[in-house]
């Protein structure tokens, strides 16, 4: 394997890791939202057509604000990965020996000596100056963009594959058993969100699982009580 094919393959990894930790915390998202919002609800009715529409209308505004934001957010990196890339090809094109030493000195930077890095250089500018240039001085591989469509979708999906969770744990049990029930699914699926997100950041899953599950019963304690108060009060 060359070393273009190696950089390829571990750009690609790092993009797949990405992708699947930001999936996770989409997930994780819906649960703790839509968990704290139908806990809340539960604590101050028991009709299940009301918390089922609470818990529905979470979940879609949850899901579609979430793939709205993704899509701006990652719309505007993409915006600016692409000036960054038509800047480099017009100083390319208007000062090519500059730009050559450039790289020759970034790549000096990286530990070569100065002879391997100018050859590398020119061999690199040679082949494609601007591929050379993106990944080396402004670390963007030009041929995999940040795509928003497909963040859109992927936060949307994740958030609501997460919501679904609590949604369901709420209105499928009786009156008595709704809350506890969903306590106990929230609880595990924050625990299990902890873990697969400790190991794809390489962080202990100790504290992660405490993080995320702590604030998940406080999202809930706080929401039912405020709800109990509310039902009581009306």
């Not at 390829?8 to 968990?35: C, E, F, H, K, P």
């Not at 979470?58 to 719309?75: F, H, I, K, P, R």
């Not at 890339?85 to 500059?98: I, K, M, N, Y």
Request: with cysteine.
């Amino acid at each position: 394997m060359t070393a273009a094919e190696s950089g390829g393959q571990s750009a690609a990894i790092s993009t797949r890791l990405n992708w699947l930790r930001a999936g996770v915390l989409g997930a994780n998202d819906g649960i703790i939202s839509t968990a704290g919002l139908v806990v809340g609800v539960a604590g101050a009715t028991t009709s299940r057509s009301a918390i089922m529409a609470a818990g529905v209308a979470g979940l879609l505004a949850g899901a579609l604000s979430m793939a709205a934001g993704e899509y701006v957010s990652v719309s505007s990196q993409r915006d600016s990965e692409k000036a960054a890339l038509d800047t480099e090809r017009q100083e390319l094109a208007d000062s090519p020996e500059e730009e050559l030493e450039e790289l020759a000195g970034l790549l000096a930077q990286r530990g070569l000596s100065a002879a391997v890095a100018r050859e590398a250089a020119e061999q690199l500018t040679e082949r494609d100056a601007l591929r050379a240039h993106a990944r080396v001085e402004l670390g963007i591989n030009p041929d995999e963009l940040a795509n928003p469509w497909h963040a859109a979708l992927a936060s949307l999906v994740a958030f609501t594959v997460g919501a679904l969770l609590p949604l369901l744990a709420i209105v499928l049990p009786g009156p008595s058993g709704r809350v506890p029930v969903t306590v106990v699914a929230v609880l595990v699926a924050l625990t299990l969100c902890g873990v697969l997100s400790a190991r794809l950041g390489g962080a202990p899953a100790g504290r992660a699982v405490l993080r995320n599950v702590a604030g998940g019963v406080v999202a809930m304690a706080v929401t039912y009580a405020v709800g109990t108060w509310l039902g009581g009060a009306v």
